[in-house]
């Protein structure tokens, strides 16, 4: 079954920048939209950006001016570019896609709410 991987996380000093992506573990024929979570330890998931395709990225309040989401519709893969990071952006990071289309057997097969592993990203001071 096709999963999402993600790569990119790390630990960084404050103010640094990571680059996080997430893309099928396969060839696809089309994927979207692109939403990126993040999880603090001991807070819920909250949603940070996201893209869909009408190419109009939206950002939650606490990122809005540091990180970019953008999508690659020709390899099906999206990006979140982190800058100027600080100890509140320390958490798991998740891809998701709302759906992701597929050939099996010659056959179009179609899969919904797709997750990333997650990928770590620590900010230390």
């Known amino acids: 079954q096709v999963q999402l991987v993600e790569s990119g996380g790390g630990e960084v000093q404050i103010g640094g920048s990571l680059t996080l992506s997430c893309a099928p573990s396969?060839?696809?024929?089309?994927?979207?939209?692109w939403t990126w979570y993040r999880q603090a330890p001991g807070k819920l998931r909250e949603l940070v950006a996201s893209i869909g395709g009408d190419n109009v990225p939206k950002y939650s309040d606490s990122v809005k001016g540091r990180f970019t989401i953008s999508r690659d519709t020709v390899k099906k893969l999206t990006f979140l570019q982190m800058n100027n990071l600080n100890p509140e952006d320390t958490a798991v990071y998740y891809c998701?896609?709302?759906?992701?289309?597929?050939?099996?057997?010659?056959?179009?097969?179609?899969?919904?709410?797709?997750w990333g592993q997650g990928t770590q990203v620590t900010v230390s001071s």
């Open positions: 396969e060839t696809v024929f089309g994927v979207g939209p």
């Open positions: 998701h896609a709302g759906a992701l289309e597929y050939y099996r057997n010659d056959q179009l097969a179609r899969l919904h709410d797709l």
